[in-house]
């Protein structure tokens, strides 16, 4: 996204891609709303793998050292979704 990196909802909700780009955190492989060694470990438990797996944080079929360097690279950042917007996301995920 090219607007401010306030017009996202929290603080520091963006990362700052550089050029007057902005995007989301990626590398929260476990889906718990901070990115952190669990996620490195699941990166790095799914290393090698090709398909759909947690750790492909790019999402391009394969786990590799990007993913695992991808989520070293956020660690310690936290979701920035507001409490109600999380618990329908994992709703709908249990009707899956
Ligand atoms: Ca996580
Ligand atoms: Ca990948």
Same mark, same amino acid.
């Given at each position: 996204?090219?607007?401010s990196?306030t017009?996202?909802?929290?603080?520091?909700?963006?990362?700052?891609?550089?050029?007057?780009?902005?995007?989301?955190?990626?590398?929260?492989?476990?889906?718990?709303?901070?990115?952190?060694?669990?996620?490195?470990?699941?990166?790095?438990?799914?290393?090698?793998?090709?398909?759909?797996?947690?750790?492909?944080?790019?999402?391009?079929?394969?786990?590799?050292?990007?993913?695992?360097?991808? !989520?070293?690279?956020?660690?310690?950042?936290?979701?920035?979704?507001?409490? !109600?917007?999380?618990?329908?996301?994992?709703?709908?995920?249990?009707?899956?």
């Amino acid at each position: 996204m090219r607007t401010s990196q306030t017009n996202a909802y929290g603080t520091n909700a963006l990362k700052d891609l550089g050029s007057g780009y902005y995007g989301v955190y990626s590398g929260d492989c476990e889906n718990n709303g901070t990115i952190d060694s669990g996620d490195r470990n699941t990166a790095w438990n799914n290393r090698n793998s090709t398909g759909y797996y947690d750790g492909d944080v790019n999402l391009d079929g394969v786990v590799d050292s990007y993913d695992r360097n991808k !989520v070293w690279n956020n660690r310690n950042v936290a979701e920035q979704v507001p409490a !109600v917007s999380k618990k329908s996301v994992n709703k709908i995920k249990k009707e899956k």
